[in-house]
């Protein structure tokens, strides 16, 4: 019964499709084992990631082992990134051929990416749930929603674009006016001395970090504006009730209500900030070799250095240099992975809803 | 006197910290929605004086000229991009939803298969874009070309799309099934007819924002697909492609003013194209949500 | 695995087939040539005879610094032989080297000469030079205007952090006569790796010894960490970078000559070999390559920085073509050969109406045959 039914609908369905017998042999063939033809194509199509992976992973490890030979345990220590004469005569360290000289160490950009991550979260997580309560429960309907909707398209905003908006206009403005008026008012004291010094030329730590929260705001608002909207609303009746102020009821229930929902958008937004390439690139003053001394100098992360160094490293006959950012990013690579797994247990215990987080669908 | 004080002070202290509470939500929105409506308008007022329409009809010189090129590449990775992540997307999607049934033990099976895609989804874009260079460019011997491109943005993108149609199928009515069920369809009928059929939109939609996040990558395509001031040739491999990502980062910064113009007018082509993209998803999805909130 | 091996099979009959086809050209070549040299004994030096080219697609990647020129280039050659089909893209020299090498593309450019290293892995690959081209040093001081004097050794020292401000007696024991404001200095480098961080770091490690065994030379230096250094990313952005931060130094590469001249924003005479403070001109970089034409070896990889060369400018280098002998077959060979015959050329790709819209310097008549000899191995 089934199977005429289906067969009709197919044949309309193809209409003026001049059908061979080949041509309908094969359609009836797949037809009658529709069932098996969706089931096999969807398991083969859901193990590519998988296989995408671990080819990845594969290639990486691969490529960074003569490096982690070499380099050893100090490369997550040491700052200097010294690529060695290229030109000079070939010598071997535990049977890997590199340049002579040459000398990694990815302290400064591993301490580069978490520092401007780190800032990045800091100034969107308050924001945010900031802007999805005023979206929630302070403005009316019909300009709220405009408003979400244009938070949400900020999430797709390239960074590129985003970080020619930070390089151009954002970093000379605070460079010339914010930065020196905090620099020279915070007082001299252990912590906020780091707050002091010369301020740059506008590419720095703090301005990648300015940067790279205004780009994951997007990813923690809209998220934690959904888990404020799915609050119901008799637990917050309920306080209001017993003469809680809103400010009170955001803090008492709707925010406990959700939080680990908010935990687990601030850690995907984390890991968005540390894997941000190119808008990094271009605002962070882009310069190897050291942790910058206060929170306006110029600095780099592991996702910058590898896309500035990967040409050149290319010049590198030994291939030496390439390992090494293959090693840089095998690093990025693990802090990155083990942020999102930490993110998806949080989201998944909490939420029984399996939407993408961050992504209104 | 001396007991009602001390709670007129705590109301006083309350509501002034409400009314802080509340200045300092709408100043969070202020901060988000400002800066983001300055970028926007930044570039369009550092493209538009000096737009002219042939910057879409004619190639780019590298630091001058026009972006039909660029603008031509991106759009054939973006549709590169559909065939193959879109494909693979909304399969692994599917299985996610329907197939990968419970099994004895109550486990869901294609746990490894949904924590591989989850990590995935979060996997620093430019390392990536490394292994495009040295496992498809250099090892497979393709050079800077149009398929390792894909490839990675494909990988990139998959999850986010195969997420996209998890949730879409989740969300079709129970009885929708239930219904076809008591008509006696096949269920590799019914997946097509019925299910696939109502969540088409949040489909789609997945899928369009797949597709601006392919359009709007700059790093790994640096290394992958390379660069080239030529239209995109027929070939997969061998031959680099322009993309406009491209010449918003390397023009940016040149000494010339042309220079400057191609990265704006390319940084606003690539504004409007993920625009288009975003806004037209939204539109989508407000008109199922429309449709359903009618039919309830 | 089967439509690998099929592949295979074609791979290495194809190459027999090459193989027969280049022994058979190259023998009929050799006595063509041995009649032609006959024929015209006292052949004047520095003349090409540029090949007409099979139909071909011809690709090239590499230095950013040569794409302005090979995007010029590419339409007139292609102008003149409508049967090849040229592409162009600026990567940067590391890729352009080892898509070379890979074989992915028929050209690399690159503003550095090969590594040994490199070398060693890929012995089939040559440098060809095709132009000239030198750099410039360009500051901002807001008031100056005048080119001041600069030494190898004085930029060693602000690179390390030894000379922070332009009132620094160094820099004014080598100006008398201009007064320096007092202006910290900041010292910008390429942040992405450059050809010219190359003959930059290499003019520092000539002038001084210090730098040299500390810092070295190559395309990616450990630029010395000091609070007022600024990596920028091309060239493009070591002057815009330069015309935005007052005090800055900056070395950019020829090609951006007419940029770097502005308010306060100008570039420097530099101290050569000879103790010679000279302004970068092409008359001054045509005199240090003229000198270094005799010594340029057969494989023409030697670095022309610091000659001791009178009024030579001491910042001069090659732009190299990276073409590995063994093309994939005998007619992209012969178009790869066309196309570089073409571009060194003195009346064709070589000639001002090209090189004068980069600001490089055409090769002098000897390196024109050098290259002319490496072109020909082309197979």
């Keep these: 019964m089934s199977v005429v039914g289906g067969d009709a609908e197919s044949i309309t369905a193809l209409g003026p499709i001049r059908r061979t017998t080949l041509v309908r042999r094969i359609g009836a063939l797949l037809r009658s084992n529709e069932e098996h033809v969706w089931r096999y194509s969807a398991r083969s199509a859901a193990i590519i990631p998988l296989a995408g992976l671990a080819f990845v992973l594969s ?64 100034i969107a997580l308050p924001i945010s749930i900031g802007t999805a309560f005023a979206l929630t429960e302070r403005l009316p309907g019909w300009i709220s929603k405009p408003l979400g909707f244009f938070v ?38 252990p912590v906020l001395n780091y707050f002091r010094g010369p301020t740059g030329y506008g590419e720095g730590l703090l301005t990648s970090g300015l940067v790279l ?72 003053g882009s310069v190897l070799g050291h942790v910058s001394p206060n929170i306006y100098g110029t600095m780099t992360t592991v996702a910058a250095t590898i896309v500035s160094q990967l040409d050149s490293a290319a010049t590198d006959g030994t291939g030496f240099a390439v390992a090494t950012l293959a090693e840089a990013g095998l690093i990025l690579a693990v802090i990155s992975v083990a942020v999102n797994v930490a993110a998806r247990i949080i989201v998944n215990r909490t939420s029984r809803l399996s939407a993408p987080v961050g992504r209104d669908s | 006197m001396s007991i009602i004080s001390p709670s007129v002070q705590r109301t006083r202290a309350r509501r002034i910290r409400e009314t802080l509470f509340r200045a300092a939500a709408m100043a969070s929105l202020v901060f988000v929605v400002g800066p983001a409506l300055w970028l ?76 591989a895609t989850e990590v995935l989804s979060g996997f620093p874009s430019i390392v990536l874009g490394y292994v495009g260079y040295i496992a498809l460019c250099v090892g497979l011997h393709w050079g800077f070309s149009l398929l390792p491109a894909l490839l990675i943005l494909s990988l990139m993108v998959v999850p986010y799309i195969a997420k996209a149609t998890e949730s879409a199928i989740r969300q079709v009515p129970t009885n929708y099934r239930e219904g076809a069920e008591a008509l006696g369809m096949a269920p590799g009928y019914m997946l097509r007819r019925i299910v696939l059929k109502s969540a088409l939109p949040g489909i789609v939609t997945g899928v369009l924002i797949a597709l601006s996040i392919a359009g709007g990558e700059t790093a790994p395509l640096l290394y992958t697909a390379g660069i080239t001031n030529n239209l995109p040739s027929a070939s997969l491999i061998h031959q680099p492609i322009g993309y406009l990502t491209y010449y918003v980062w390397t023009d940016y910064n040149q000494p010339t003013n042309e220079a400057h113009y191609v990265s704006y007018d390319a940084a606003l082509i690539l504004l409007v194209m993920v625009l288009v993209l975003l806004v037209t998803s939204r539109i989508i999805v407000a008109r199922t949500q429309r449709h359903a909130e009618g039919n309830r | 695995m089967i439509r690998n091996s099929k592949s295979r099979g074609y791979l290495v009959s194809s190459m027999a087939l090459v193989l027969a086809g280049t022994t058979f050209v190259g023998a009929f070549a050799t006595t063509a040539s041995a009649t032609k040299a006959k024929k015209h004994k006292a052949a004047p030096i520095g003349v090409v005879k540029v090949e007409t080219p099979p139909s071909a697609n011809l690709t090239e990647t590499g230095s950013t610094l040569l794409y302005p020129l090979w995007n010029i280039w590419a339409p007139a050659y292609q102008a003149k032989y409508t049967k090849v089909n040229i592409t162009t893209g600026g990567t940067g020299s590391g890729t352009g080297i080892a898509d070379a090498a890979n074989g992915t593309v028929n050209i690399g450019s690159s503003d550095a000469y090969l590594s040994s290293s490199v070398l060693a892995t890929t012995p089939t690959l040559m440098n060809i030079p095709l132009a000239i081209s030198y750099q410039i040093i360009a500051y901002n001081i807001p008031g100056v205007t005048a080119h001041l004097n600069l030494s190898g050794l004085v930029l060693s020292q602000i690179y390390q952090g030894k000379i922070t401000n332009w009132n620094d007696s160094a820099i004014a024991a080598m100006n008398p006569g201009i007064t320096l404001p007092n202006l910290p200095i900041v010292a910008l480098h390429r942040s992405d790796g ?23 030379y190559g395309t990616t230096v450990a630029f010395p960490s000091i609070p007022n250094a600024l990596g920028e990313n091309g060239n493009g952005g070591m002057v815009s970078g330069c015309a935005a931060t007052k005090g800055c130094i900056a070395y950019v590469g020829v090609s951006y000559q007419a940029q770097v001249l502005g308010d306060g924003l100008t570039y420097a005479k530099l101290k050569n070999g000879n103790g010679q403070f000279v302004m970068p001109s092409p008359a001054a970089a045509l005199k240090e390559a003229t000198v270094y034409q005799n010594q340029t070896p057969a494989n023409e990889t030697i670095s022309m920085i610091n000659g001791r060369v009178n009024n030579g400018y001491p910042i001069v280098n090659y732009e190299y073509a990276i073409v590995n002998q063994n093309q994939a077959d005998s007619k992209t060979a012969q178009a790869v050969r066309s196309l570089l015959e073409w571009a060194i050329d003195p009346k064709a790709g070589n000639s001002s109406q090209y090189l004068n819209q980069v600001n490089f310097v055409a090769l002098p008549k000897k390196v024109v045959d050098k290259s002319l000899k490496q072109i020909e191995k082309i197979k």
């Design chain 1, 59 to 122: 290639v990486l490890v691969l490529k960074a082992w003569p490096a982690v030979k070499v380099n050893g345990f100090s490369f997550l220590t040491s700052s200097a990134w010294q690529p060695g004469s290229t030109y000079g005569a070939v010598v071997h360290t535990n049977g890997v051929a590199h340049p002579p000289g040459s000398s990694y160490g990815a302290w400064p950009l591993i301490a580069g990416t978490l520092q401007t991550s780190i800032i990045a979260v800091l």
């Design chain 1, 152 to 189: 949400e398209i900020l999430a797709g905003i390239p960074s590129v674009v985003v970080g020619l908006w930070g390089v151009l206009t954002l970093g000379p403005l605070l460079a010339q006016h914010v930065y020196p008026l905090i620099a020279n008012h915070v007082p001299n004291v």
């Design chain 1, 213 to 284: 929260g205004l780009m994951i705001v997007p990813i923690i608002a809209s998220t934690t504006r959904d888990l404020f909207m799915q609050v119901p609303p008799l637990p917050k009746e309920g306080g209001e009730a017993l003469g809680l102020t809103d400010a009170e009821v955001a803090r008492w229930v709707t925010i406990p209500w959700v939080r680990s929902g908010i935990i687990g958008a601030t850690v995907l937004g984390l890991g968005r900030a540390l894997g941000e390439t190119i808008a990094v690139a271009m605002v962070s």
């Design chain 3, 194 to 216: 450059s050809g010219d961080t190359f003959i930059f770091t290499q003019y520092l490690s000539r002038q001084d010894p210090t730098w040299a065994n500390s810092v070295s």
């Design chain 2, 40 to 115: 926007v308008i930044e570039v369009i007022v550092r493209a538009v004086p000096h737009w002219h329409w042939n910057v879409l009809t004619t190639v780019s010189q590298g630091t001058s000229g026009g972006l039909e090129n660029a603008v031509l590449g991106t759009l054939v990775i973006m549709l590169g991009v559909l065939i193959i992540a879109g494909t693979i997307g909304i399969l692994a999607g599917i299985h996610f939803a329907e197939l990968a049934r419970p099994r004895k033990n109550g486990k869901a099976s294609g746990a490894v298969l949904r924590t």
